[in-house]
């Protein structure tokens, strides 16, 4: 069971809120951190299973906790991260996608008032799968809104193409799509024809399969 | 083009053009010399409505009498201006502002209170006019031009070009505009653009004071509120509470996105975070349209620079996606020396009009307080490009534009830093002192060795070289320095 996890905020409300959140759930924190250089140093050494990491922190508040995310998995490729942010920027999920090896989620910081998504997606992330937030999607989907292949979407395969987009897995997408599995295969193959993309049984790649098509636009 | 230089026999080629220009110039002297005509009844009749004026009070005589003799000294600096390459720029103080009524609704002038504006603007006017030291400057050239004109005459007829190159540096030392005149249209400029960046931010303020308060504060009141219930209902109804719990959750999660939206208006944060360029790259990404962005800064410009122009491009781009239809568009941010231009081009249908809808004047007068311009070309059926520029607003060290002189400014200042000492001090005074206190030592003091009529003016001949030389090294850097001051003044007008 992936469980060691790091965790990354600097108004210790939050982070100690973090942290019982995610011990309540079975996760062990090894550590929680407050600042960027810290931050790098705890992901290089300690090789989280996941990490909950905001952007901005100490010392420059700026965007140094997605810097340091971003410098620990060029060292260790795949070191799975969940960024947490008071907004969400395509630009930022760009950067974050870029090297397409997966592990990688990207939420809204609001997203914790749901516990129980919120540990879905930091246990999809420790086991190197996506968690993107809506907002994120929404916004992708918007600035695609003239690219013709997803024009020709059906507006239920829209729905299927922005849960998949976030992250989830056929199973989670029928559960809340209330949609058979079955269903929801058909709907993801005729997506995947539609917009010309190789077809793939594995949950994860075909996930970024469509964040690379999105994003490529 | 200024016709310059003499006929000469051996250049064959050049001897074609070089006789029209003379032609040309004849012609024009014999222009300046027809205005005459205007000029001799022009100054008798101001001669006379200026006698008027203060001999017998009939004061409304004064304004005309002014307006006419500008309207001549203007026809002049035009006239000048296309003939030479000598620029003179008007000298005139800037207009007095229309009265303001006070709270009552009355204009007050002096101790003087009136019903109508018309009494104190036209106060005003004649103080302005009357205290415009450029209004007894161009009546003063006004009378002695009627005397250089005819006393040109030879010159005008032997090197007409020359002449008239003359005639305009006579007309620019009346007719130009002073150190004072171009400071007080610095300061009324200043002025201008600082009420509009004044005005522009207390609406931004209000604006935000209104989200805040009919958005995330009735908000929080409605959370805080529900909460209240919750308490009361917990021990009775436990499910009731629960399901009101998960009401406030949503509601605190809508707070969030809310006030996300109001910060996003102040002040973007990935602007805060990643600086200009990223910005505008994500404003990039959130398009619908195809946007390109090229951006050439070597740093970071200042912190308020960056939000007005993230803001304009922001504007600029949902205008073209909303209203121009537009499906590409490029953002191209670059420094030119210490200035920043910013150009926005769309291939929409074009036919923006900033008289319509505030956007563009938005964007204006928000430019306005860095001095910026916005040239818009918008010709219906598109496509449309906003250039914007803002002058001044980078470190000049970017541009390699240091405080710099020219070179040979700077070797000569330092060759006579180095040098003066020598003809003032051991050649000028101290060769004095000996021959004062009648030393037999001669050294190396050149006016000693000369015969004795020769010594004494040789040794104040030194000294006046040592002191003319330390004067030239203390008032070249001096002079450059006031240049550039003055060279800081307003850059073409703003477009408001």
Not at chain 1, 5 to 28: K, S, T
Not at chain 2, 237 to 256: F, G, H, I, Y
Request: glycine letters at 6%; proline letters at 7%.
């Amino acid at each position: 069971m992936k469980n060691r996890v790091l965790v990354a905020e600097d108004l210790y409300l939050l982070r100690d809120g973090l942290v019982h959140l995610l011990q309540a759930h079975g996760f062990m924190v090894v550590a929680a951190v407050e600042s960027g250089p810290e931050l790098l140093k705890g992901l290089v050494e300690l090789r989280p299973d996941v990490s909950i990491v905001d952007v901005r922190l100490p010392p420059t508040f700026t965007d140094e906790g997605l810097k340091a995310a971003l410098a620990a998995r060029e060292k260790v490729p795949g070191l799975p991260v969940l960024v947490l942010s008071q907004h969400v920027e395509q630009l930022y999920a760009r950067e974050l996608l870029a090297d397409g090896s997966g592990g990688i989620g990207y939420l809204l910081k609001d997203r914790v008032f749901n516990a129980e998504q919120f540990v879905d997606a930091v246990r999809r992330v420790a086991e190197g799968g996506t968690a993107m937030d809506p907002e994120v999607i929404a916004k992708l989907l918007a600035s695609n809104a003239r690219d013709e292949p997803l024009a020709a979407l059906t507006p239920r395969e829209r729905e299927v193409l922005e849960a998949m987009a976030e992250g989830r897995s056929n199973a989670a997408i029928s559960q809340r799509l209330f949609l058979s599995e079955s269903a929801v295969a058909k709907h993801t193959a005729s997506i995947f024809a539609k917009l010309g993309l190789a077809p793939s049984d594995d949950d994860n790649r075909r996930v970024l399969a469509v964040l690379a098509y999105l994003n490529s636009r | 083009m200024p016709a310059k230089g003499v006929l000469r026999c051996s250049d064959r080629d050049a001897a074609l053009p070089q006789t029209i220009g003379m032609l040309r110039s004849f012609g024009r002297i014999l222009v300046l010399l027809a205005l005459l005509v205007l000029e001799v009844p022009a100054i008798l009749l101001a001669g006379l409505m200026l006698l008027l004026t203060f001999g017998m009070g009939v004061v409304f005589l004064f304004p005309p009498q002014v307006m006419m003799v500008r309207r001549l000294a203007e026809l002049n600096r035009r006239l000048m201006r296309t003939w030479t390459d000598i620029e003179i720029e008007p000298p005139y103080l800037p207009k007095p502002p229309p009265p303001v009524p006070q709270p009552d609704g009355m204009y007050r002038s002096d101790r003087t209170l009136y019903k109508t504006p018309r009494i104190p603007a036209w106060n005003n006017r004649w103080k302005w006019l009357l205290s415009d030291p450029g209004s007894w400057r161009d009546l003063l050239w006004l009378a002695l031009d009627a005397v250089v004109k005819p006393l040109l005459v030879p010159l005008f007829i032997v090197l007409p070009a020359r002449g008239l190159r003359l005639y305009a540096q006579w007309s620019e030392l009346l007719l130009g505009a002073t150190t004072a005149s171009r400071l007080a249209g610095q300061v009324s400029h200043l002025k201008r653009t600082r009420n509009l960046a004044n005005d522009s931010q207390a609406a931004e303020m209000r604006r935000i004071e209104r989200d805040l308060h009919d958005g995330t504060q009735a908000r929080l009141v409605a959370i805080g509120m529900t909460l209240g219930a919750v308490e009361e209902l917990v021990d009775r109804d436990p499910t009731a509470a629960k399901a009101l719990l998960a009401k406030v959750r949503d509601a605190s999660s809508e707070t969030l996105t809310e006030l996300r939206r109001v910060i996003r208006g102040i002040h973007p944060p990935v602007l805060a975070e990643r600086g200009l360029a990223d910005a505008i790259r994500a404003l990039a990404m959130d398009s619908p349209m195809d946007v390109t962005v090229d951006i050439d800064l070597a740093h970071r410009p200042d912190a308020p620079v960056e939000a007005a122009v993230y803001f304009a491009v922001s504007e600029l781009l949902s205008n073209a996606a909303r209203h121009g239809n537009a499906r590409k568009a490029t953002v191209d941010i670059s420094a030119n020396g210490p200035h920043l231009r910013i150009s926005v081009a769309d291939d929409g249908m074009g036919g923006a009009d900033p008289s319509k809808g505030t956007g563009l004047s938005g964007i204006e007068r928000r430019l306005a307080a860095f001095d910026g311009v916005l040239a818009l070309n918008s010709p219906p059926g598109g496509p449309t490009t906003v250039t914007m520029e803002l002058p001044r607003v980078l470190p000049e060290h970017w541009a390699g534009e240091l405080n710099k002189m020219p070179r040979w400014k700077t070797v000569a200042v330092v060759m006579l830093w180095a040098t003066a000492w020598c003809p003032t001090m051991p050649q000028g005074v101290v060769a004095g002192v000996f021959k004062v206190v009648g030393f037999e030592e001669k050294a190396w003091f050149l006016a000693l060795h000369l015969p004795e009529v020769w010594q004494w003016p040789t040794i104040l001949g030194m000294i006046t070289v040592g002191l003319i030389m330390h004067v030239l090294a203390i008032r070249i850097p001096a002079a450059h320095n006031r240049e550039r001051l003055l060279a800081g003044k307003p850059v073409a007008k703003v477009l408001c």
